[in-house]
């Protein structure tokens, strides 16, 4: 292993005396490890600096990139992790039948991001679809009353497009 070298301290070059760069890497380290006298390595963090006139530049390790990557990979919701929107018709009746057997999940509208949605997991029929809700919709405040009082099944009634849409349970 390499040289260890404190942070406080500067880097001479030994043959002139010249100061060529403080090693640094994050606040919390402490342990700079010097293979070649140029690069550096961060113990803690697993970061390289590059000592170059004076300058340093940082490059991180590709490994952890790479495990963070996979992590994405393997993470990443699809549209096939959720059942098929629901979608109401303007001026039809949908009769639709939630299930209130766990919360909601929540999520940002991809359009606005300030605005959230519930995904409201209910049966068309015998199609299992989501109702992507805003919750600042009064329908939503609707359902959820309706569902803390024991009602699982709706009629609802869109009326109007898109800015002008507006949803009312009806009998």
């Known amino acids: 292993m390499g040289d260890k070298y404190d942070l406080n301290k500067e880097i001479f070059d030994d043959d002139s005396g010249i100061t ?24 803690e963090c697993n970061i390289n600096n590059q000592m170059k006139g004076g300058k340093q530049i940082m ?30 018709m303007e001026n039809k009746i949908t009769e639709i039948e939630v299930d209130f057997s766990k919360p909601f999940e929540k999520k940002p509208n991809k359009m606005n991001p300030d605005t959230v949605q519930a995904l409201i997991p ?6 299992q679809r989501m109702f992507w809700l805003s919750v600042a919709n009064p329908l939503y ?20 497009t898109q800015k002008n849409t507006r949803y009312t349970i009806v009998s």
């Open 141 to 160: 405040g609707q359902i959820i009353r309706a569902g803390k009082a024991g009602t699982t099944k709706f009629k609802i009634l869109r009326v109007g």
């Open 59 to 88: 490059e991180t390790q590709s490994n952890w990139l790479d495990e963070e990557v996979k992590s994405l990979d393997a993470n990443r919701p699809t549209a096939n992790n959720y059942p098929e929107p629901l979608k109401l």
């Open 122 to 127: 209910c049966k068309l029929g015998a199609e």
């Open 20 to 43: 060529v760069g403080t090693p640094f890497c994050h606040e919390h380290c402490c342990t700079m490890v010097c293979f070649d006298g140029i690069n550096f390595e961060c113990v």
